[in-house]
Structures are given as C-alpha cells and as structure tokens.
C-alpha cells in the first residue's frame, strides 16, 4: 500500500472530529458541522471533477485514489455517512460508529503497510491479512473503550461490530467503504442494542 493511501486513511480518520464535537458541545454543533462540510465538500468535488484546472487539486490529488480521480472521493463519502448518522441514531451510536470506521480503517492500511506480508486481491484492491487482522482488532478495542465511556462493558457486542468490520472489509462490496461501514456499525450496534439489550 502506498503513502498515497496513508495519507488518504490518516486524513479520513480526521472525520471523527464530528464524534468529538457531539459528546463535548452536542448535536446541535454537531449537526451545523457536519453539513457545512458536507455542502463544502459537495461544491468542491462538483468544482474538481468539472474544471481540470480546480484551484486545490495540489492538495486533493494527494488526498484520493487514481480512480478518484473522475468520481467522487472518498472523504465526500465519509462527511456524507457521518451527517446521516446524526440524524438518525443517538450520540453513543455516532460517536463510536464513526471514530470505529475511520480508526480501524487507518489502522487496517497502517498495519498492512508495516507488516503486511500475506496478500490477497478484494475487488482488484491488494490487501493483507495483517492488515484486515489490525482493523479488527482496532474495531474491538474502540468500541469496547466507547461504549465503556457511554456507560457499560459489552464485550460481546464489541465483538460483534469486530467482525462486521472484518467481514465488509474482506469482500470489499461495490458501495464506497467510507459510507458503508459507519453505517453498517451503526446498525450493528442497534441491533445488538435490541438483542442483546445493551
């Protein structure tokens, strides 16, 4: 993996600020933030991808994939998942839904980049298993610290958003992952809150 996608994690792990935002000034803050970023980033990549001489390309050409370059990017997406997530799901499934996503995310190209030593192909994408091993184990650890700090030890659901983290990043599916997997934490976590009864 390149340091084009380091850069790329590590800049998506930066939406969880919105996360920060909800617990510390609350959803109204959080609200007003993420669409206007949402409305920033919605003009810039119209802008980017209509005008090859678009004013910031030095920085977005550092920021997404070669095939991003003609679609729209994966941090659009991210912005995109998080707003959704407020609107929709209360402030310790947001919180811990989208720093999960961005973290293990990073955490899952970090690790596959420094000790990544058995490949596989996803959807034309190489990955490693030392890297999907690290995204999980990553996905365990934040969501059992999160929901600790929202009041309660849940291993077991901890687990759980684990392994559907895992499991979407292995297939890979067509959708953008940085809309899919807050969101598909998100309703894990639901799920497992009306199962399990957390």
């Known amino acids: 993996m390149s340091s084009l996608n380091i850069r790329r994690k590590m800049f998506h792990s930066l939406a969880f600020i919105f996360a920060f935002v909800y617990v ?3 959803w109204l803050p959080a609200a007003v933030l993420s669409i ?7 003009i810039m990549e119209i802008w980017r991808l209509r ?3 678009f004013p910031l390309n030095i920085i977005t050409r550092k ?5 991003e370059q003609i679609r729209v990017a994966g941090y659009f997406y991210f912005v995109l998942a998080a707003t959704i997530l407020i609107f929709l799901f209360p402030s310790s499934t947001v919180v811990t839904s989208i720093v999960v996503a961005g973290v293990a995310d990073a955490a899952a190209a970090l690790v596959g980049i420094k000790w990544g030593k058995h ?3 996803a959807r034309k994408r190489i ?7 690290g995204g999980g184990v990553a996905a365990f650890l934040l969501t059992l610290a999160l929901l600790y700090y929202f009041g309660g030890f849940y291993p077991l659901t ?4 684990a392994a559907v983290f ?9 959708i953008d992952d940085n809309l899919l997997n807050p969101i598909s934490i998100a309703v894990t976590l639901t799920l497992c809150r009306l199962i399990l009864q957390i």
């Open 24 to 26: 510390w000034m609350g």
């Open 36 to 42: 206007s970023t949402l409305v920033l980033f919605s």
């Open 51 to 53: 005008d090859p001489d």
């Open 63 to 67: 920021l997404v994939k070669p095939e």
């Open 119 to 121: 490949l596989f192909v």
């Open 127 to 133: 990955k490693t298993l030392e890297g999907l091993a």
């Open 158 to 161: 901890s687990l759980i958003v």
């Open 166 to 174: 895992v499991v979407l990043d292995y297939l890979t599916p067509p």
